[in-house]
């Protein structure tokens, strides 16, 4: 693991660039030029190549990219050489989908838990999971080591629940909750805001209406 401090737009496209080589060495491709990886991960290869140079020297000239090399050494970098315990919180519809998501247990991460404040949720199982109290969330994170939490909560719970993960341990959050979290120095978090991705589109779709040419107004002639 290199001990470079990583900027964070390059640390948000290694995970993009890990999934990449990762459909390449489903399909047999054993090494792959910079241009062929940009390409598969949508970005332009001068970008890649200055991200990648932050990880090492793990290219040869001519010959490209080791796939499985490169993919160890990115999945090294981001901390996916281990798995990750996660609990989530808040089993509403979100949370339901979260805890029957695939994609975490299959890039290392593990739900260990699903919790909710409302004894009726409690009675419960999603994806193989029973539904727990909230109440629980120390003794989980103590128990199976926990570091990450997923809150996926009303915006007006998020925060309450946030400072019982940073008490109980917590020290990463992906927050789906329509708020701006407060959290101390060294808690990480990282928000996903549906809503404002869909407005983002909207705005962008409007420019492109905008930027049709008009129909001619036909004028009536008495």
């Known amino acids: 693991m290199t001990t470079t401090r990583i900027p964070e737009a ?4 290694l995970p993009v660039y890990l999934r990449a080589l990762g ?13 062929e990886l940009a390409a598969a991960a949508g970005v332009n290869s001068a970008k890649l ?40 919180v808040g089993i509403g519809n979100l949370g339901h989908a979260l805890a029957n998501y695939s994609g975490f247990s299959s890039r290392g991460f593990t739900t260990v838990a699903l919790l909710d ?10 994806a193989g999971i029973p539904v727990r109290a909230f109440d629980e969330l120390e003794e989980i994170v103590a128990t199976h ?6 809150i996926a909560t009303p915006a007006s719970s998020a925060q309450g629940v946030a400072d019982r993960m940073v008490a109980a341990g917590l020290t990463s959050i992906l927050n789906f909750a329509p708020v701006v979290l407060s959290v101390p120095e060294g808690v990480a978090v990282r ?13 962008h779709e409007q420019r492109k ?4 040419p008009q129909a001619p107004t036909k004028v009536a002639w008495g």
């Open 117 to 126: 404040a409302d004894p009726n949720r409690q009675l419960e199982n999603v």
């Open 145 to 150: 080591h926990v570091a990450i939490g997923v």
């Open 49 to 88: 190549r200055k991200d990648l140079s932050y990880l090492g020297s793990y290219g040869t000239r001519g010959v490209g990219y080791d796939v499985e090399y490169l993919r160890y050494h990115i999945a090294r970098e981001i901390g996916l050489t281990q798995d990750w315990p996660v609990v989530i």
């Open 191 to 203: 928000k996903v805001d549906l809503a404002s991705e869909l407005q983002i589109l909207a705005y």
């Open 209 to 212: 209406l905008a930027a049709q």
């Open 10 to 13: 390059t640390i948000a496209r």
């Open 23 to 35: 459909a390449l060495a489903e399909a047999s491709t054993t090494t792959c030029s910079s241009e």
